[in-house]
């Protein structure tokens, strides 16, 4: 483990500022909240919350569960890292996983020292779906993240509460569903767009690289592929989670010893920090389309199309093209795709063959696409960006996109268009100087 840094205050005051207002996912295992010392946990709480730095806590309750159903003679069958939930699993992951956000709540509701009494807050903060059948094994309750209502936890992060997330959610029918708590609490981050995911554990994740504490993506990625057959798949898992949400727009992941007195403030304060840090590089994961890329793209384009998401175009050439396509790419997968068809003669480009793939959505991959394809167009000094899209106007306007008529948009991008009663075009303008 590292060389403790003691905590400094002209430190700390310099640190205040980048903070105040940002928001921060912490991420406890089950298996930390057994070993730790809750009290001086619930004190860096207060600390951080009385900084104004909008904490959500998603806590996780694997160890508490697997002890109760060896306890109780339940046999329990895992599946990788996946646990199959059968319904005396889901019961006793219900109990475990109450009774720590209670414990959570209980400490935080009363950090002695302080006299500070923090606002929390448990509740249903996602939706949850099964994770179905995968190879002829039914995870019967083992589900995964649908949806985040981020929302609703940024409204109660504006009234100074802190939100506490455990892995139980519910779907539309109100069946409820286990989720891996780690993955959670990356979506958490990545819809919030969190500044940091911290991750409190059980184990000490300082010494995994012989280099510094500091690793970026690609780094992490690398170390995640040399070491997979070695590792335990929870530290895969774990580290997985942390670069998905850098790879989507967190900016900084760290792991810390939750046993480590003071270690959140220490890392959060000290320039050498507590734990093994990760920072992202927001378009790493953004690369230039291959032609062996095409058969993927067209699958992903095909499935969106049996959706009636949307339109393929037959007449499509996407060898001759491919130049125009960017994927976004994760450990070997193609989670999504992208083109930039310009014509930079002209001035203008359309925005196209935007896809991600269903089981990669709403972790912010198609954002980072978008944004990628809009610097790019600014950096060919392009003066207006076209698309044309049936079902996401509302996903194109949080980028400054305006709906426009079909005759408003540039000959050289609509000579290609089909005319669709039920297409939206869709257009954004940049000024002389990029903005
Ligand atoms: C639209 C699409 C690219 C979004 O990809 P994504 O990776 O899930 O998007 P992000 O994670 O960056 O953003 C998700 C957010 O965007 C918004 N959003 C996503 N799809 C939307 C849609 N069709 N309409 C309105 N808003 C939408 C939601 O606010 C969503 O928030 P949530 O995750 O809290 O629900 C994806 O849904 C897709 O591939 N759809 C089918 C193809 C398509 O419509 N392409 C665009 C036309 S060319």
């Known amino acids: 483990m590292q060389h403790k840094m003691e905590l400094n205050l002209s430190d ?21 909240l057994e070993l730790m010392d809750l009290n001086n946990f619930a004190q860096q709480i207060a600390i951080l919350s009385s900084l104004s730095i909008r904490t959500v806590i998603v806590h996780g309750s694997r160890y508490q569960i697997n002890l109760q159903a060896t306890k109780s003679g339940i046999a329990f069958e895992e599946q990788g890292n996946y646990r199959i939930t059968n319904l005396e699993i889901l019961e006793i992951a219900i109990l475990e996983s109450e009774k720590l956000t209670y414990l959570i709540r209980q400490y935080l509701s009363n950090t002695f020292s302080t006299g500070l009494m923090l606002k929390t807050v ?3 903060f996602f939706k949850a779906k ?48 286990n989720v891996r708590s780690v993955e959670l609490a990356s979506q958490v981050a990545v819809s919030l767009q969190a500044s940091k995911l911290v991750l409190l554990l059980e184990d000490d994740y300082t010494n995994l690289s012989s280099s510094a504490n500091a690793l970026e993506l690609a780094e992490l990625e690398e170390l995640i592929k040399q070491n ?3 590792w335990p798949a929870l530290r895969s898992e774990r580290l997985r989670a942390g670069l998905m949400a850098c790879a989507n727009g967190v900016e900084r992941a760290h792991f810390i010893l939750g046993t480590e007195q003071d270690g959140l403030i220490r890392e ?19 690369r230039s389309a291959t032609i062996q890329d095409i058969p993927k793209i067209m699958e992903m384009m ?37 083109a930039l068809h310009s014509f930079e003669k002209d001035g203008v480009a359309e925005l196209a063959a935007l896809v991600v793939e269903a089981k990669y959505r709403h972790l912010g991959v198609g954002k980072k696409l978008v944004e990628f394809i809009i610097s790019r167009a600014k950096k060919q000094t392009l003066s207006t960006l076209y698309l044309s899209t049936t079902r996401a106007t509302q996903f194109f306007k949080q980028f400054g996109f305006e ?8 000959p050289m991008v609509s000579q290609n268009w089909i005319r669709e009663r039920n297409a939206k075009i869709m257009r954004i303008a940049f000024s002389a100087n990029g903005s």
Do not use: M, W
């Not at 700390?12 to 930390?32: C, D, M, N, W």
């Not at 007449?315 to 193609?334: N, P, Q, S």
């Open 302 to 338: 095909q499935n969106a199309n049996q959706l009636g998401e949307f339109r393929l175009r037959q007449e499509e050439d996407f060898a001759k093209k491919i130049d125009d396509f960017f994927v976004f790419e994760l450990e070997g997968k193609i989670c999504g795709s992208i």
């Open 403 to 410: 709906e426009t008529d079909i005759d408003e948009v540039h």
């Open 268 to 286: 959060f304060f000290t320039q050498t920090g507590a734990g093994l840090l990760i920072s992202g590089d927001s378009y790493r994961f953004v």
């Open 130 to 177: 099964p994770l179905g059948v995968i190879g002829g094994i039914d995870y019967q309750r083992s589900g995964q993240v649908e949806k985040i209502y981020s929302q609703r936890i940024q409204e109660l992060l504006d009234l100074q509460y802190i939100p506490i997330l455990s892995a139980i959610g519910f779907d539309a029918q109100g069946q409820a569903y």
């Open 228 to 230: 997979q057959q070695k």
């Open 122 to 124: 448990s509740g249903p």
């Open 12 to 32: 700390i005051l310099r640190y205040v500022p980048k903070f105040q207002g940002k928001t921060v996912v912490i991420f406890v295992s089950g298996a930390a």
